[in-house]
C-alpha cells in the first residue's frame, strides 16, 4: 500500500483505546492473469482469510449487499460487539469480493456504501468510522 494510505489507517487506528484495538491481518491475494481462474482464486483468497480468524471471533463482512449502517448504527453494532466480549472481524474481499464460504460464515454484513471502492481507501474509512463509533459511545468530542 502506498505510504498515504498506512499513514491514514496508523492515524485512526492509534486513536483506539486497548480495548478497541484495531489489527490489520492482510490476506496475500491470488495471483490474476488473462486465463486466471477467478472462482477458485476467489475460494483459496476465502480459505486463507478464514484461516486468519481467531476461533470465537464475531464475523462481518463489507459488502455491497450488507446493511447500510449510519454512524450512529455503527455505535449501537460497536456497543453490542463490545458487551459480547468477543473479537471482531471485519472482512473485506479481494477485487472481486469475498468467498462464498467467508459469507456463509458471517453474522452480520456492513455495507459502506453501494459504490465500489478502492482497497487502500476503504482501510481509511472503516479505521476512520471505527473510531468515530467509539467516540460516540464515550461521549468524545470527535464527533460533531
Given amino acids: 500500500m502506498p505510504g498515504w494510505v498506512q499513514q491514514g489507517y496508523?492515524?485512526?487506528?492509534?486513536?483506539?483505546?486497548?480495548?478497541?484495538?484495531?489489527?490489520?491481518k492482510e490476506?496475500?491475494?491470488?495471483?490474476?492473469?488473462?486465463?486466471?481462474?477467478?472462482?477458485?482464486?476467489?475460494r483459496a483468497e476465502g480459505e486463507r482469510m478464514i484461516d486468519a480468524i481467531p476461533a470465537r471471533t464475531h464475523v462481518v463482512t463489507l459488502?455491497?449487499?450488507?446493511?447500510?449502517?449510519?454512524?450512529?448504527?455503527?455505535?449501537?453494532?460497536?456497543?453490542?460487539?463490545?458487551?459480547?466480549?468477543?473479537?471482531i472481524a471485519l472482512?473485506?474481499?479481494?477485487p472481486e469480493g469475498l468467498s462464498d464460504s467467508v459469507r456463509e460464515?458471517?453474522?452480520e454484513s456492513w455495507s459502506l456504501s453501494r459504490l465500489t471502492f478502492p482497497h487502500p481507501l476503504v482501510r481509511i474509512v472503516v479505521a476512520e468510522q471505527m473510531y468515530r463509533a467509539w467516540s460516540i459511545l464515550n461521549n468524545h468530542p470527535y464527533h460533531r
Fill in 10 to 24: 496508523d492515524e485512526y487506528a492509534k486513536r483506539m483505546p486497548k480495548e478497541c484495538e484495531l489489527v490489520l
Fill in 27 to 42: 490476506i496475500m491475494p491470488g495471483k490474476r492473469g488473462k486465463n486466471s481462474d477467478v472462482v477458485r482464486i476467489v
Fill in 63 to 87: 459488502d455491497i449487499p450488507g446493511k447500510p449502517w449510519t454512524t450512529i448504527e455503527l455505535s449501537m453494532a460497536m456497543k453490542r460487539w463490545l458487551e459480547s466480549g468477543q473479537n
Fill in 91 to 94: 472482512m473485506v474481499g479481494g
Fill in 105 to 107: 460464515l458471517a453474522k
